[in-house]
């Protein structure tokens, strides 16, 4: 079976430009995670969606960033304008149920480099 | 709040020694248990997990046993390989809050 697949697996721009990363959960998996990593804060959940409503996005940093999940296959997170302090790489992960026993299966990151 | 607490790494073994990575948490309820690992350039896969008090929970001769009493998870494994070589994460999930809190993690550097 395919896991979380994100994309692109690596991303480069300049500052100010508009980024979209993309994510495809696990089909059946109804809820779905992003979260950002860097080497000062570790893992960061920025928001997460319970069949496909955001249900928390309290981590989300800024206006900046937003997210959708347009349909129970696919999810965007976009940062517009970019910038220098948001090179990272952001995960997503998608997990069955609610309950607490089920893990979080994650994608490989998309690493972003803003310039 | 809740939170997990990591021992601070790096750890290097050589091959074939026994490992330990401390886990302590802080929660309100009762807790599911995790340990995720994270190989360089890759995600966090699943190592192990307990759901409820003295579940132990074990994979690829990795173990981890849930501890109510002295609230942890820590991990162990009786010889190590190069190939454990990696970033262990230990984390706990809340239904209350829905969410995955996980620890700073552990970088293990096993040497030949």
């Known amino acids: 079976d395919a896991g979380v697949i994100q994309s692109p697996r690596h991303e480069v721009t300049e500052m100010g430009q508009e980024v979209t990363l993309r994510c495809k959960p696990i089909?059946?998996?109804?809820?779905l995670f992003w979260y950002r990593q860097t080497m000062m804060r570790g893992l960061e959940l920025l928001i997460y969606?319970?069949?496909?409503?955001?249900?928390?996005d309290s981590g989300m940093p800024e206006d900046r960033f937003s997210a959708k999940m347009p349909n129970a296959s696919f999810s965007t997170l976009k940062i517009q304008p970019s910038e220098p302090r948001d090179s990272a790489v952001y995960f997503c992960?998608?997990?069955?149920?609610?309950?607490?026993?089920?893990?979080?299966?994650f994608g490989d990151g998309t690493r972003l480099s803003i310039l | 709040g809740d939170s997990v607490t990591q021992m601070e790494g790096p750890v290097t073994l050589s091959e074939e020694a026994f490992l330990t990575i401390n886990c302590t948490y802080t929660?309100?309820?009762?807790?599911?248990l995790f340990w995720y690992v994270q190989y360089p350039g890759e995600g966090l896969q699943l190592l192990l997990k307990?759901?409820?008090?003295?579940d132990k929970g074990s994979n690829k001769g990795f173990e981890a046993t849930y501890r109510k009493e002295t609230t942890s998870f820590h991990l162990e494994k009786g010889s190590v390989q190069v190939s454990d070589s990696a970033v262990y994460f230990c984390?706990?999930?809340?239904?209350?809050?829905?969410?995955?809190?996980f620890g700073s993690g552990t970088r293990l550097l096993v040497r030949p």
């Open positions: 992960a998608s997990k069955p149920g609610q309950e607490g026993g089920q893990p979080q299966h």
């Open positions: 089909s059946g998996h109804n809820s």
């Open positions: 969606f319970n069949n496909n409503v955001p249900i928390d």
């Open positions: 929660a309100t309820g009762y807790p599911s």
């Open positions: 307990a759901t409820k008090a003295d």
């Open positions: 984390a706990l999930w809340m239904d209350s809050s829905y969410k995955l809190i």
